[in-house]
T-cell receptor, first 116, second 112 residues
């Protein structure tokens, strides 16, 4: 199994630009999570999906952030417009069972975003 | 919501020594406590977890203990090796969100 796949691995953009991060969960997994990791705030859950449906987006910092999961094998996290304070490593994770928060989460390698 | 505090933030030990990382949580209803290891440039990876119906769990050189009364849990690594050097995160279940809340991480360095 290829594991969770994220693209791009690195993204450098200028303030005000739209950024789209992509994630392919492990095949057969029914829950998908987006996290943001910074030195100041650690690992924060932004949003998660069960069976492609957003369940909790209370961690999304503001309206500039949006996430979609159009099908079981693909999700996007979009930032529009981007700001320097959005610079962080963004992780996608997936787990097998929908609605089972004690399932092991498998993390992707992350996307390092730098907003200049 | 759940609040998880983790200590210490950095830990340096000599190879062969033991390492202990401690976490406290706030949600008394929380019943699941995993530990993740993050190596440089990679995503976190689950190394061990414990549920509230047991007080201790061991897997080779790694053990986790849980004290529900005091709302704290700890990771113990014995006979540390250089490959144990990484950042370790504890987490606890936020029963409201039904999702994990992570601690701030501990950077463990094992000196050969």
């Amino acid at each position: 199994d290829a594991g969770v796949i994220q693209s791009p691995r690195h993204e450098v953009t200028e303030m005000g630009q739209e950024v789209t991060l992509r994630c392919k969960p492990i095949s057969g997994h029914n829950s998908l999570f987006w996290y943001r990791q910074t030195m100041m705030r650690g690992l924060e859950l932004l949003i998660y999906f069960n069976n492609n449906v957003p369940i909790d987006d209370s961690g999304m910092p503001e309206d500039r952030f949006s996430a979609k999961m159009p099908n079981a094998s693909f999700s996007t996290l979009k930032i529009q417009p981007s700001e320097p304070r959005d610079s962080a490593v963004y992780f996608c994770a997936s787990s097998l069972t929908s609605g089972s928060p004690t399932d092991t989460q498998y993390f992707g390698p992350g996307t390092r975003l730098t907003v200049l | 919501g759940e609040n998880v505090e983790q200590h210490p933030s950095t830990l340096s030990v000599q190879e062969g020594d033991s390492a202990v990382i401690k976490c406290t949580y706030s949600d008394s209803a929380s019943n699941y406590f995993p530990w993740y290891k993050q190596e440089l440039g990679k995503g976190p990876q689950l190394i061990i977890d414990i549920r509230s119906n047991v007080g201790e769990k061991k897997d080779q050189r790694i053990a986790v203990t849980l004290n529900k009364t005091a709302k704290h849990f700890s990771l113990h690594i014995t006979e540390t090796q250089p490959e144990d050097s990484a950042v370790y995160f504890c987490a606890a279940m936020d029963t409201g969100r039904r999702a994990l809340t992570f601690g701030s991480g501990t950077r463990l360095q094992v000196q050969p």
